[in-house]
């Protein structure tokens, strides 16, 4: 999973943990890795909706989480050859268990029309995560997905799925 971002993500997680480029890979991977689950994008939020990344084919949906816009993992190809995925490389050894399935990876998210800033991304391969991240709306199917750690930043790019 190289990220250009939010998916490899579940199979290369070694390949991930080593530098924060590798993170922001995994991220893409993630976001990649995520699919279907419904929500159509609205005119007030037009980043909500289904998204696969351009790169490596994941899936995440867009949804809003309070005032606020968040990401979870819908399918993968990681989850299509074990659906009871679990986050077993989370550094928080109590969320190991929990199911990659419906995992929230992009968290708090505020701002819009075209761009959405200050959330955070979790990539469950390497159970690494960004404090900063952004989705900038490129235009109505293209979606730019940016994670930093520390001052070095990735990004990819996601195509609409609906």
């Not at 290369?12 to 993630?30: E, I, N, Q, W, Y």
């Not at 998210?109 to 075209?114: D, E, K, L, S, Y």
Request: glycine residues 12%; positive net charge; contains cysteine.
């Amino acid at each position: 999973m190289k990220f250009a971002f939010p998916v490899h993500v579940l199979s290369r997680a070694s390949a991930f943990v080593r530098s924060p480029r590798s993170l922001f890979v995994a991220m893409a991977g993630v976001a990649t890795f995520v699919a279907s689950a419904g929500a159509g994008a609205t005119a007030a939020d037009p980043v909500l909706g289904l998204w696969r990344s351009k790169d490596r084919g994941g899936t995440i949906e867009l949804h809003r989480c309070g005032g606020a816009i968040c990401g979870r993992i819908l399918d993968g190809a990681s989850l299509r050859a074990n659906p009871d995925l679990r986050d077993v490389h989370n550094g928080n050894r109590s969320l190991r268990a929990r199911a990659v399935k419906g995992l929230r990876v992009f968290d708090g998210f505020t701002g819009g029309p075209r761009q959405w800033k200050g959330g955070s991304l979790y990539d469950p391969e390497s159970g690494w995560g960004t404090k900063s991240g952004s989705l900038t709306l490129k235009d109505a199917n293209t979606l730019e997905v940016k994670g930093c750690v520390a001052f070095i930043c990735q990004s990819e790019i996601m195509l609409r799925i609906r």
